[in-house]
């Protein structure tokens, strides 16, 4: 019998959510760049946290000043709290904070948990969320909803005081393990500090999740002043330094406007750093000639670097160059073979070119990207494709009907799974993963007629 898939639990998590209570909706952004930054930063902290360096840390794509954990391998942090960070300690102060509510069960000792299968059920939807949600459109890669503004979400991901003390208490010692100055969480309770005298409308999510108390930071700075070890006053490494200036050059690039961005980086700094912020601020200009030229410098630079590959890839597909945008894309999965991401956006430039022999690999392609991530529905809607030019409108209906599931679209699912069904055969791989679906739409219209 053919192996299953996780399919049905995440998708049936995902129904449950979205037919509850994400009334207000935040999306992840995706991209491969910014997330191989992030895991560089995280992972010191992981490892003096004995937590797996493969743990995520998602980008929430939302200008408020957030940072969260909804199960034990997945991190979450706004986009607005981290370009608000100016160094990368800061930023490894909030991940080791949120490392420490899952170093310490937190999570998990939580008497609604237990009680509730309903919200074991919503973590797993930010878990499926996770590992790639990818909306059709959006150059970073947007994720479908998630409800961390909603009432019920701000009190499933709060914390009581205790477990915030005890989670920067325990912050604070993987920063010193890790060789991070502690006192970079000090600033990081600074940014927040007159924020629980606001009214609620006007405090960040932060301090409705995180409650900050003068004994949290008196506690904090206890530490801090205490510590005469080898990480206080460290600098963070060069390694550190640079991947926070390139993931904040990259996701500033693409979220801010490109007068600020242009302004910032500069006309005359040939710096990696500010080349990498023009080249996305022209892109943003639709000056795909300005765009590639930075991009040529980056290469120059970094010829063997997959994520300056891809840039070029997606400068040149955006800009209608499909051939070139081929090229690029296939040095940048020589570079990163494994990168699902990347693969994925390979084979879209290869459908986009539209030959026999290209669309018969852009299948293989993002069949790989599939295996490795198959909750990207952009990547399911161009897999989709593939399998239709190839005449196989079983397999074809099969990922549409997937692509439907995770966005929530449970009728147009059904649809699609009920039609792959009649076209593949009983007890085939495709056939199964179709009546995953027909489960889970078919639970999903009895909670509506509840």
């Known amino acids: 019998m053919p192996r299953r898939r996780p399919f049905t639990t995440l998708i049936a998590a995902l129904a449950l959510l979205l037919t509850g209570w994400a009334a207000e909706a935040r999306s992840i952004i995706r991209d491969a760049e910014i997330e191989r930054g992030l895991q560089e930063l995280a992972a010191p902290i992981l490892r003096a946290a004995g937590l797996p360096t493969s743990t995520r840390i998602i980008v929430v794509n939302d200008r408020t000043l957030n940072a969260f954990v909804a199960d034990a391998r997945h ?5 607005g709290l981290l370009m608000r960070m100016e160094d990368p300690a800061e930023l490894q102060a909030v991940l080791a904070h949120e490392a420490a509510h899952i170093a310490n069960g937190h999570l998990t000792r939580r008497p609604a948990n237990a009680r509730s299968a309903q919200s074991a059920a919503r973590m797993g939807l930010l878990l499926a969320l996770a590992a790639g949600a990818a909306s059709d459109n959006g150059r970073l890669g947007a994720g479908i909803a998630i409800g961390t503004g909603s009432t019920a979400a701000r009190l499933f991901f709060a914390h009581t005081r205790a477990e915030e003390a005890s989670a920067d208490q325990a912050g604070l010692r993987y920063m010193v393990q890790a060789g991070i100055d502690p006192a970079a969480m000090l600033e990081v309770l600074e940014i927040f500090r007159g924020q629980e005298a606001l009214s609620a409308g006007r405090q960040d999510p932060y301090v409705r999740t995180h409650p ?7 506690s904090v700075e206890a530490f801090v002043n205490g510590r005469s070890g080898s990480a206080a006053g460290a600098e963070s490494s060069a390694e550190a330094q640079y991947w926070f200036a390139r993931t904040r050059a990259k996701l500033g690039g693409f979220l801010n406007a490109p007068r600020q961005t242009l302004r910032q980086a500069g006309r005359t700094d040939q710096g990696e750093i500010a080349t990498l912020a023009r080249a996305i601020a022209h892109h943003q200009n639709a000056d795909a000639a300005q765009a590639i030229s930075e991009v040529g410098r980056l290469l120059q630079m970094r010829p063997d670097d997959p994520y300056y590959q891809e840039l ?8 209608r160059n499909f051939p070139q945008a081929v090229q ?8 990163a073979p494994r990168e699902p991401l990347i693969l994925a956006g390979y084979g879209r430039a290869l459908l986009a070119a539209d030959t026999s022999s290209g669309n018969a690999r852009a299948r293989e392609v993002l069949e790989q990207a599939y295996a490795r991530d198959p909750f990207d529905p952009r990547m399911l809607r161009d897999l989709a494709l593939a399998y239709a030019r190839g005449g196989n409108n079983g397999m074809a209906s099969v990922v549409t009907a997937e692509r439907y599931a995770i966005l929530g679209r449970m009728e147009d699912a059904e649809i699609h799974a009920n039609r792959a069904s009649g076209l593949l055969p009983n007890g085939s791989g495709g056939w199964l993963r179709a009546q995953d679906v027909l489960r889970v739409a078919g639970a999903a219209q009895s909670r509506r007629n509840r």
Request: cysteine-free; glycine content about 4%.
């Open 312 to 319: 070029q890839g997606q400068i040149l597909f955006e800009s």
């Open 75 to 79: 991190i979450f942090i706004h986009s």
């Open 212 to 218: 900050l108390t003068r004994d949290r930071v008196r």
């Open 328 to 335: 690029a894309y296939a040095r940048a999965v020589q570079l």
